[in-house]
């Protein structure tokens, strides 16, 4: 099983993102190195590396390998950075990223999937990475300012908050829009305090829920892909 997972591993590399335009070396070398099948629910691991996202329960789902790697590419994340994770879900994403950055602070609202993400990141001694429960439309004002912060879940617009907590030189890579369309955008503040704004492209992620956390969600089952 091992090694089947670890063919698999590579594959996604090769045929998922590889193909598909991902090509930075820190973002393959880092998903060729976390086992994703341990972030997904255990009667799916043999879906683990299939490059759709899955069902994580509590009506969440793990993004799907492309759209994590799309996200972390775009974020351009250096070894000195501290990333904040909006939308911990099963914590693979963070995984990925904690490979990469010197932080992590991932925030997640349903305290189900955050206690969930804690147990695989322990077991993997990922140990530079920081959980936390709530709303993370409001960022997490008191671990800023953050190089990097992206998002797995989609609002209107991003929040006022994260452009505040964001580190000069920062980026943001975060979906926008609304049920019926969203893109993934990225924003950067340049040297002048000037905003750039770039588009990746349509995606389908769950959405921000703002206001408060809870032990469950039960939000219908969306889905997220491209
Ligand atoms: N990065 C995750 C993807 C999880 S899907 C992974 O790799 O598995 C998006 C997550 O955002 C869901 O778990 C959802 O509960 C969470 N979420 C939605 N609104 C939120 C908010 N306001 N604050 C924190 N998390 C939120």
Excluded: C
Aim: charged residues 25%; negative net charge.
């Amino acid at each position: 099983m091992e090694r089947r997972l670890e063919r698999e591993r590579r594959q996604m590399l090769d045929d998922h993102l590889a193909a598909r335009g991902i090509t930075d070396a820190s973002v393959l070398a880092a998903m060729g190195t976390v086992p994703r099948e341990l972030f997904v629910p255990g009667h799916l691991w043999e879906a683990a590396y299939d490059d759709h996202p899955l069902p994580l329960g509590n009506a969440q789902t793990i993004s799907q390998p492309y759209i994590v790697a799309l996200t972390l590419q775009a974020a351009n994340i250096q070894p000195d950075d501290v990333v904040l994770d909006i939308g911990t879900g099963s914590g693979y994403a963070a995984a990925v990223a904690s490979r990469i950055a010197a932080r992590v602070v991932s925030v997640e609202r349903v305290s189900d999937l955050s206690r969930q993400a804690e147990t695989v990141l322990r077991k993997l001694g990922y140990e530079n990475i920081e959980l936390l429960i709530g709303d993370g439309t409001r960022g997490a004002p008191e671990h800023e300012p953050f190089d990097v912060i992206i998002s797995a879940a989609a609002a209107a617009n991003i929040p006022e908050s994260w452009s505040e907590q964001l580190a000069p030189g920062g980026r943001i890579v975060a979906p926008v829009g609304t049920r019926s369309g969203q893109r993934l955008r990225s924003v950067r503040r340049d040297a002048r305090g000037d905003w750039i704004e770039t588009d990746f492209g349509g995606v389908r992620f769950v959405p921000l829920v703002t206001g408060g956390s809870s032990a469950s969600s039960s939000r219908a089952g969306e889905r997220e892909e491209r």
